[in-house]
């Protein structure tokens, strides 16, 4: 439960409720609650692009997610379904980009603030290198944690996924990256 839930008092089941009722509102019509799923699942569709292509597609994508929701919002079978079925969407988009035979493009570095070191911006190259040689499960969660910054509950509700498959993906994910980074466990600060 996150700490938003906490403090209101959702459960889970509620959450899922309030994400099931602005679905319905916008397929009702409802702008506001059009505004309110894109403000919601946005990081979610974002990081979930950022595991497949570079930051300026993913941007673009994110955007084409969002019409083709629009688009077939009404075709949804079940407004509780919503999360698992804009997670689908975004993957689909994302591997048709990644299908299309196109020029290999070197890693996108513009989000590097240019006020780091040299050594900091190779360090964090060589880290979105790494996470993006995982296995989608383990990229896809670790984008939305790392990048996106949504907690472990935040990205269950979101994803559709239950908070132990998530809790599993992150401490899994975070051993791979750990491994494909060759830092030891006794390595990592407390703070992380």
Not at 21 to 30: L, M, N, S
Not at 35 to 53: C, D, K, N, Q, T
Not at 117 to 136: F, K, M, R, T, Y
Not at 142 to 158: D, F, H, K, N, Q
């Amino acid at each position: 439960m996150s700490c938003i839930q906490k403090g209101l008092g959702l459960s889970k089941e509620r959450a899922i409720k309030t994400t099931a009722a602005i679905v319905e509102a916008a397929r009702a019509g409802d702008n506001q609650a059009l505004s309110e799923l894109y403000r919601r699942f946005a990081p979610v569709v974002h990081g979930i692009l950022l595991s497949y292509v570079s930051a300026a597609e993913a941007d673009d994508l994110t955007h084409e997610v969002f019409e083709t929701v629009i688009t077939h919002l009404s075709d949804l079978k079940s407004s509780e379904a919503f999360p698992g079925w804009i997670v689908a969407i975004a993957r689909r988009h994302a591997l048709n980009v990644v299908r299309r035979p196109h020029v290999e493009v070197p890693l996108d570095t513009q989000w590097a603030d240019q006020r780091q070191s040299p050594e900091n911006v190779a360090a964090a190259e060589q880290a979105l290198i790494a996470l993006c040689s995982l296995p989608s499960a383990y990229k896809e969660t670790l984008m939305l944690r790392l990048v996106e910054g949504l907690t472990g509950p935040e990205i269950a509700e979101r994803t559709g996924l239950s908070e132990g498959s998530v809790r599993v993906n992150l401490h899994r994910g975070m051993s791979h990256l750990r491994a494909a980074l060759h830092i030891g466990v006794s390595e990592v600060s407390d703070g992380e």
